[in-house]
């Protein structure tokens, strides 16, 4: 997925996650969009995965996606979160934290659109 990424003239710092989400830190190139970035990676990937083993044959992507913007100052820790995933989701889920973080910077959901 990093490289799908590059390819496309974007950098991608970190890729990491656990069974049901995966966190990216990327850079987008000044011609990048950000969905058409995650639609190229997502639909790579699917490929890959899919060719690689026949037992993933399935495999899919759910639709949406979250984005959010940081500083610069702000990669080493956001890098730091997505190496941490898998203890740091030990103490709090996914969707409990994705909740709290939403209405913390006052985004509005609907819950049954999010999880889809």
């Known amino acids: 997925m990093a490289q799908l990424i ?3 003239g ?7 996650g656990v069974e049901d989400h995966i966190h990216l830190a990327v850079r987008l190139s000044k011609t990048a ?11 790579g990937t699917s490929k ?12 899919a992507w759910q639709e949406g996606y979250g984005a ?7 990669l080493d820790a956001v890098i730091r979160y ?5 203890e ?7 969707q409990d934290e994705f ?4 209405n913390k910077y006052g985004v509005e959901y609907d819950e049954n659109y999010v999880w889809g």
């Not at 974007?10 to 990491?16: M, P």
């Not at 969009?33 to 639909?43: F, M, P, Y």
Request: aromatic share 10%.
């Open 33 to 43: 969009t950000l969905s058409k970035t995650i639609s190229e990676a997502k639909t």
């Open 88 to 94: 740091h989701h030990k103490k709090v889920s996914f």
């Open 48 to 59: 890959w995965l899919k060719k690689t083993s026949p037992t993933l044959s399935n495999f």
């Open 82 to 86: 997505i190496d941490d995933q898998e």
């Open 99 to 102: 909740r709290k973080f939403l």
């Open 6 to 8: 590059r390819d496309k």
């Open 68 to 74: 959010f913007s940081v500083s610069p100052k702000d």
């Open 10 to 16: 974007s950098e991608c710092y970190r890729i990491g």
